[in-house]
């Protein structure tokens, strides 16, 4: 008999073990699925968040682009108005020369007339004086 309770604290013991492995497995697996899925969504969530500073990054970056392409454009605009104004400053410069060019020419235009004038004034008078001679 004592062999028999042997034998039966040993399968006892066997069936204890057996049955404890196989909770300690299930435990451990439970575990380690915890651990996956706590990894899996962490893995997620620094997968969300590095996606949104990439959209955060790629507006900042778009924003700052059209900024200087608006800088850029302003630059250029001052340019060409400044450039604009210089060739009217020029251009008034040219009509003012130009004015007085014109106005110079009518004076002596007037100039010849009046001594077509006289010169015609004297050749009537010499044509009388001849006459008269």
Same mark, same amino acid.
């Given at each position: 008999?004592?062999?028999?309770?042997?034998?039966?604290?040993?399968?006892?013991?066997?069936?204890?073990?057996?049955?404890?492995?196989?909770?300690?497995?299930?435990?451990?697996?439970?575990?380690?699925?915890?651990?996956?899925?706590?990894?899996?969504?962490?893995?997620?969530?620094?997968?969300?968040?590095?996606?949104?500073?990439?959209?955060?990054?790629?507006?900042?970056?778009?924003?700052?682009?059209?900024?200087?392409?608006?800088?850029?454009?302003? $630059?250029?605009? *001052?340019?060409? !108005? =400044?450039?604009?104004?210089?060739?009217? &400053?020029?251009?008034?410069?040219? @009509? %003012? #020369?130009?004015? $007085?060019?014109? *106005?110079?020419? !009518? =004076?002596?235009?007037?100039?010849?007339? &009046?001594?077509?004038?006289?010169? @015609? %004034? #004297?050749?009537?008078?010499?044509?009388?004086?001849?006459?008269?001679?």
């Amino acid at each position: 008999m004592i062999l028999a309770e042997t034998g039966d604290i040993v399968i006892g013991l066997l069936g204890g073990l057996i049955v404890g492995a196989g909770a300690l497995g299930a435990a451990v697996f439970f575990v380690m699925k915890g651990k996956v899925e706590a990894a899996r969504k962490s893995s997620s969530e620094d997968a969300d968040r590095i996606t949104e500073e990439a959209k955060k990054e790629a507006e900042n970056i778009l924003t700052a682009a059209r900024l200087d392409g608006k800088n850029e454009a302003l $630059k250029l605009r *001052e340019k060409v !108005e =400044q450039d604009l104004d210089k060739d009217r &400053r020029e251009i008034k410069e040219l @009509e %003012k #020369r130009i004015a $007085k060019r014109e *106005e110079s020419i !009518e =004076q002596k235009f007037e100039m010849l007339d &009046r001594k077509a004038d006289q010169i @015609e %004034k #004297r050749d009537q008078e010499i044509t009388k004086t001849q006459a008269h001679v």
